[in-house]
């Protein structure tokens, strides 16, 4: 039995202020099953980063619905959608996100220590490990690579194991070769621990590694290979 973990129901967002008012999200549906990988693509402005805040609990809905496990992010206030976030979704950027002044180490543990959790060091240090930087952890962040930055990054969003992993054009940033074996790193973590995998990118062949893609132009998704199949099975 699949199981949805992500529902958006009409969903509708507008950005900005004034005259620089952009209607980013017009009337989107989705839902994603547990256990999914999904490439979202589309050209540069088309709402692709837009969505991803969305699904990931950082941006609000002027109308509409997002679900993710059983829960409406709209119920939720500040503070426990904060917590929401902490416990069921690990995030990844581009440009990494790390903070400058802190090891690669505290960049891991330290949001754990803010959310109380017990054995924080501990935890960061195995999976610190288990992105391959257990020879980094005293590194700071400009010591690093951007392939280790990322790794560090992703170490830092697996770390209190969430249920959903969303990556904003993950290897953006990074050399081919780089950017190929944090594709892997991100599959792998997946596989192991049966998360479900939400990724943007420019990138055709990452995309097409995924199980599902959704392509998304002008704030509508205007190709998504899952309703494709859905359609070939009923005719
Ligand atoms: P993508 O990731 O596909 O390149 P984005 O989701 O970043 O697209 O942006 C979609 C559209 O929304 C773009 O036209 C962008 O200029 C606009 N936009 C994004 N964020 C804001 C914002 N904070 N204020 C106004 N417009 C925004
Ligand atoms: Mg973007």
């Given at each position: 039995m699949t199981k949805t973990i992500v529902e958006l129901k009409d969903a509708n967002l507008t950005l900005g202020s004034a005259a620089a008012r952009v209607h980013v999200l017009k009337n989107i549906s989705l839902a994603i099953d547990a256990g999914e990988s999904v490439g979202i693509v589309g050209p540069s402005g088309s709402g692709k980063s837009t969505l991803l805040m969305v699904l990931a609990g950082l941006e609000r809905l002027d109308s509409g619905q997002i679900t993710i496990r059983e829960t409406e992010l709209h119920a939720l206030n500040e503070d426990r959608?904060?917590?929401?976030?902490?416990?069921?979704?690990?995030?990844?950027?581009?440009s990494f996100h790390l903070i400058a002044n802190m090891t690669a180490l505290e960049n891991v543990a330290v949001p754990l220590e803010l959310a109380n959790v017990t054995d924080a060091f501990a935890i960061a240090r195995r999976e610190l490990e288990a992105v391959g930087l257990g020879e980094r952890m005293s590194h700071y962040p400009g010591q690093l690579s951007g392939g280790e930055q990322q790794r560090v990054a992703i170490a830092r969003a697996l770390a209190p194991s969430p249920a959903l992993l969303i990556a904003d054009e993950p290897t953006g940033n990074l050399d081919t070769e780089t950017g190929r074996q944090i594709a892997d790193l991100l599959f792998a973590k997946q596989a192991e621990r049966g998360m479900t995998l939400l990724l943007v990118t420019h990138d055709p062949s990452l995309a097409a590694r995924c199980s599902r893609q959704i392509k998304v132009r002008s704030g509508v998704i205007e190709g998504d290979s899952a309703e494709r199949r859905r359609e070939a099975a009923l005719a």
């Open positions: 959608l904060a917590d929401f976030r902490g416990r069921n979704i690990g995030i990844v950027f581009q």
